[in-house]
Structures are given as C-alpha cells and as structure tokens.
C-alpha cells in the first residue's frame, strides 16, 4: 500500500518589530523546499488581522518526503537566522485528507 499524502500546517509567531526579519527568512525557504522531492504544495500565508502571524500550508507526497524535508540545510539555516526573532517556537501539525 502507498505512503498516504500528509498535509502540514507550519504556524510561525514573529516578535513584535521583527515582521520584516522573519518574512525573509521564510520567503527564501520557498524556492529550495518547491525544488524537494516530494512536494506537492507549499505556500506562505500572513495573517490579515496579526503581521506577526505566519502559516505554511504545505502537501507532501507521503510521511518519508516530509521526514527528509524537516532534515534539510535550508531548514536547520532558519532556525540559527531567526532564533531570536520569533515569539514562540514554530508549531507543525500534520494532517491527513479524509473527504
């Protein structure tokens, strides 16, 4: 039987006056994480309401191709960028379609 599709959703809390840092940061994962074997979709949305707020909702080939995204380079450049810059750590919830 076929690994399963896994959806994440990646929530991000910039601090206060660091909105600028932290959007950079996360719009350069984009090009490297579209290139990843395994990925289906991954878009970055900002809250309307909190500037502070951002979400990636992704799609993933199956629960290996995201294992072997959450070990790349890029990933573990982000955090050392913007490890004093975010208000709390980043929360991922993986999903799995059902309708």
């Known amino acids: 039987m076929p690994d399963k599709q896994v959806t994440v959703l990646a929530r991000i809390r910039a601090l206060a006056g660091h909105e600028g840092e932290v959007k950079a940061a996360l719009l350069a994962l984009i090009p490297p ?3 990843e074997r395994g990925c289906l979709l991954y878009d970055l949305h900002q809250s309307s309401e909190d500037p502070t707020r951002f979400m990636f909702y992704e799609t993933w080939e199956s629960r290996p191709a995201l294992d072997a995204h959450l070990k ?3 990933l573990d450049a982000f955090g050392a960028q913007t490890k004093d810059h975010l208000a709390e ?9 059902i309708a």
């Open 33 to 35: 994480t579209r290139r």
């Open 72 to 74: 790349m380079p890029h």
């Open 89 to 97: 750590p980043v929360e991922i919830t993986c999903w799995e379609k």
